[in-house]
């Protein structure tokens, strides 16, 4: 594998950074492959719950595309949860920005918001107000996030659902990696 003559960034020259930028773009392309790799380990990760993280991902996913979803949908459901086993008091905005550079501004923000929107199922139970999302009522995701929490998110603890297989979502998490990253210039909602 080539490999760039500086040690310092400031040092490196053109040649150096077009070995970066290619070594970069087929590291890019890998990106589906080691998100597969990493929702496999949450596989017996559970924190009570009657399903672990693994199949929590795997029926929102399921229960999105069985709602005729899109593919950006789909991955947004499939991959919703990915920071909670790195970044557990902020997985939302950690899914959100792992996301961001694929997905449109809109399903963005409905990751970035979920953890908020989904605290209106249980917020209450722990003295919290499960009507915290009502600071976002006029947003022009507010109803796209809501619904994407009450139909999919919140049902997806059941170990009698018949959840599809992660080889089901590949090709549409491969179909969104493979873009052209776009996002990242679009203004936020």
């Not at 005729?68 to 459901?77: K, L, R, S």
């Not at 991959?79 to 792992?98: S, T």
């Not at 600071?135 to 009698?160: I, L, M, N, V």
Request: overall charge negative; charged content about 30%.
């Amino acid at each position: 594998m080539p490999q760039v003559s500086y040690t310092r960034m400031e040092a490196g020259t053109a040649d150096d950074y077009r070995i970066v930028r290619e070594l970069g773009q087929a590291y890019r392309e890998r990106t589906a492959d080691r998100l597969i790799g990493y929702l496999e380990t949450r596989r017996g990760e559970g924190r009570g719950f009657q399903v672990d993280e693994y199949t929590h991902a795997l029926q929102t996913a399921t229960r999105a595309l069985r709602d005729g979803a899109d593919d950006e949908t789909v991955v947004a459901a499939l991959l919703h949860d990915i920071g909670d086993g790195l970044a557990f008091d902020n997985h939302a905005a950690m899914a959100a920005a792992v996301l961001r550079p694929f997905v449109s501004a809109e399903t963005h923000w409905v990751v970035a918001h979920h953890d908020v929107f989904q605290g209106y199922f249980w917020f209450h139970h722990i003295g919290r107000d499960r009507n915290e999302r009502e600071k976002y009522r006029g947003h022009p995701c507010f109803e796209r996030t809501a619904r994407f929490c009450e139909r999919w998110d919140q049902a997806s603890f059941d170990p009698a659902y018949e959840t599809l297989p992660l080889a089901a979502f590949e090709p549409a998490l491969r179909r969104v990696f493979a873009r052209t990253p776009w996002s990242l210039a679009a203004e936020s909602l």
